[in-house]
């Protein structure tokens, strides 16, 4: 096969890396939750939850008119403009402003991934249509879905870098520990 002896196209390794960046930002803020409400204490859990719950609500809407405006713009284009809206939604969370802008900023971040992701899904079948004969798609939507659930178990790799609240951890610390995670999600 094509995929297994020669590496993936150039063409798909955008699609396949935004596949796995999505669920690891998407789930940036589930596994460090109480960190994050010892950071942020204007926050409730509610607060992070809905971090969450943006991507898909906003894919449940809109996937229809933006898949049709990805298949309208083409392949090329359609990839381009998810990566930037992916990075814009990264980008935006990194600001150092206060606490309410921050807030402000996740939630329009996490608005704008789920624009992104309306695009990015239809830009993995036509990739695979594209690039792959018949006999070789199955396996590479396996892969581009395998890449998307890795993307899910790299979320949990969050606490790694972010402190958990206990007696001797300040929550400026903390907070530095969320800033560098943000970059790093960046």
């Known amino acids: 096969m094509r ?6 196209e150039n063409a798909t390794k955008p699609i396949l890396l935004l596949t796995l960046l999505k669920l690891t930002v998407w789930g940036t803020w589930g596994p460090i ?13 509610n607060t992070a939850a809905s971090f969450s719950n ?3 609500l906003i894919q449940l809407l809109f996937m229809l008119p933006l898949g049709s405006f990805a298949q309208r713009i083409g392949l090329r284009k359609g990839t381009l403009f ?21 807030t402000i900023l996740c939630h329009i971040g996490n608005i704008v991934m789920g624009v992104a992701f309306c695009t990015l899904l239809p830009q993995v079948g ?3 249509s594209t690039w792959f004969s018949p006999d070789e798609r199955t396996t590479a939507i396996a892969v581009a879905y395998l890449l998307n659930q ?18 001797n951890v300040l929550q ?3 907070r ?7 970059y790093i999600r960046e």
């Open 176 to 182: 530095k520990d969320i800033t560098v995670l943000m």
């Open 82 to 102: 998810s990566i930037g809206l992916t990075s814009a939604s990264t980008i935006i969370r990194c600001f150092p402003v206060d606490d309410l802008t921050f």
């Open 172 to 174: 400026e610390d903390i």
């Open 54 to 56: 943006w991507p898909p």
């Open 33 to 45: 939750v109480e960190s994050a409400l010892v950071a942020f204490p204007g926050w409730g859990p």
């Open 126 to 128: 036509a990739v695979v």
């Open 150 to 167: 890795l993307g899910g178990v790299t979320m949990y790799l969050s606490p790694l870098v972010v402190r958990a609240p206990g007696d």
């Open 3 to 8: 995929f297994i002896v020669y590496g993936v």
